[in-house]
């Protein structure tokens, strides 16, 4: 390989213990936005609040731009951008941000790419993907059997490419195991924003969020858009089984009547439904039950019991199991987190 190959030099001393390091992996024809935006949102933390506040500095990571070769990368827009230095230079990293861009434009870069993405995880660094960058971290195999994001434009695509990939595209960002995604491009913010929570606590998060002018979602928001994209498969007797689901959740639904509805045997109904939404017809009437209450947490003084009642659950253990294995927390965990750190409340 050639061209630049400066060294990306290891904090020393007290910036050693305090900072954490982010490695932003920068490639031609690579949006704009998913490279310079983490960049913002990680030199600012600790950073711009304090400014503001009239308080000292006191960064929290350190970051840096990586390109394969060490050379300027031509970004969408006809933007280009001076990387630090090339990702073989990069001995040591904490996190490794994998910007976002056209799918098959990245294709090239696959040979050189892809095996350090695995030694980097080997080393126990985190992977972090953003939108089509989902694509990349799939190529190297770690994603099989776990959890994972993406664009819901691309979601058909990546699934029919990388089966074995959990795809939940309705997530904004998923995290497993030391990978994370996130799905559109701009979600990149939520994702640097849920990684500085992780590393730097919440009020820091909240600081960094009002400075910036960045809306910060608590982990159960990131996990809870409609279900729209699960849509777009083309089954009829399937389409017929999820809108009866969405206008009936409230009552106890069997199988037998769920098949009978869609006019398919049960079998067919629990093949079909998985292949066509990836949910498994249960799990999808748990998550329409889920998202019933999130609103109802949030918007209503009813108390958690009432709320899970009137979604359909008729014993309040399953309500609260269901609830934190879709959304990380517990209904009376979510009410509180959401209504005090709702951004601008």
């Known amino acids: 390989m050639s061209g630049i190959d ?3 030099h290891e904090p020393t001393g007290d910036l050693m ?3 954490t390091k982010v490695t932003i992996l920068s490639l031609d024809d690579a949006i704009a936005s998913s490279v310079a935006g983490p960049t913002d949102i ?5 950073v711009a609040w304090n400014d503001m506040q009239g308080l000292d500095r006191d960064p929290r990571f350190e970051v840096e731009v990586v390109t394969v070769d060490g050379r300027p990368s031509k ?11 090339s990702l073989t230079s990069v001995k040591k990293t904490d996190i490794v941000i994998i910007s976002s861009g056209l799918i098959d434009q990245f294709e090239p870069f696959h040979s050189h790419v892809i095996p350090w993405l695995r030694d980097q995880y080997q080393k126990g660094t985190v992977l972090a993907s953003i939108c089509t960058g989902t694509f990349l971290l799939a190529e190297t195999g770690l994603l099989n059997g776990r959890l994972a994001t993406t664009h819901w434009g691309y979601a058909g695509e990546l699934k029919q490419r990388y089966p074995e990939v959990q795809l939940r595209p309705e997530y904004l960002v998923t995290d497993e195991e030391r990978l994370l995604c996130s799905g559109g491009a701009s979600a990149y913010a939520d994702l640097c924003l849920y990684i500085v929570e992780k590393y730097c606590g919440l009020e820091l998060t909240l600081q960094l969020a009002r400075a910036m002018v960045l809306e910060h979602k608590t982990e159960a928001q990131l996990r809870s858009l409609p279900f729209d ?3 777009n498969h083309g089954d009829d007797p399937i389409l017929v089984a999820q ?10 639904i069997g199988i037998e009547t769920l098949a009978r509805i869609a006019r398919v045997s049960e079998r067919t109904l629990k093949r079909r439904f998985k292949k066509a939404t990836g949910d498994t017809p249960l799990a999808y009437l748990h998550r329409i039950r889920v998202e019933s209450t999130k609103r109802e947490l949030v918007g209503s003084k009813l108390s958690v019991e009432e709320i899970g009642s009137r979604a359909g659950f008729s014993d309040m253990g399953r309500f609260r199991t269901v609830f934190r294995d879709y959304t990380g927390v517990t209904p009376s965990v979510y009410r509180k987190k959401y209504t005090e750190h709702n951004f601008g409340d």
């Open 17 to 19: 213990k305090r900072k």
């Open 243 to 252: 809108h009866f689901l969405e206008t009936n959740f409230r009552k106890p």
């Open 6 to 8: 400066k060294v990306c």
């Open 229 to 231: 994209f699960q849509k």
């Open 42 to 46: 990680f030199e600012q933390t600790g």
């Open 75 to 85: 970004l969408s827009g006809n933007l280009t951008i001076q990387p630090h230095c």
